[in-house]
């Protein structure tokens, strides 16, 4: 069973930066943020798995948005930078056990969320 705790979320000016992180407790082949503001759908950012592909980007956030992994510390990371307030959010950590299954873009655990809030 693995269990995801997302931390790092906060207020921050337009065109600033803030950077997300997620601890897990197990294994997982592929990880990926998610993001939801009230009222919309959910919408991944961006993700990233063990098969060797580049990393997945939202075409909204490419060029601003880096997601990075670190195996030994099992954490998840997301960088983001020149933030309009269109990203305000709730950032959502996603995790999946099953290679098959993240490219299918299937993902099975999640954390609670942490808000993100972008003034102009």
């Known amino acids: 069973q693995v269990q995801l705790v997302e931390s790092g979320g906060g207020s921050v000016q337009a065109g600033g930066s803030l950077r997300l992180s997620c601890a897990a407790s197990g294994y997982t082949s592929c990880m990926a943020w998610f993001r939801q503001a009230p009222g919309k759908e959910r919408e991944r950012v961006a993700s990233i798995d063990t098969s060797g592909r580049s990393p997945y980007y939202a075409d909204s956030v490419k060029g601003r948005f880096t997601i990075s992994q670190d195996n030994a510390k099992k954490t998840l990371y997301l960088q983001m930078s020149s933030l309009p307030p269109e990203d305000t959010a709730i950032y959502y950590c996603?995790?999946?056990?099953?290679?098959?299954?993240?490219?299918?873009?299937?993902?099975?655990?999640w954390g609670q969320g942490t808000q993100v809030t972008v003034s102009s």
């Open positions: 996603a995790a999946g056990l099953r290679l098959v299954s993240c490219l299918r873009n299937e993902y099975t655990y």
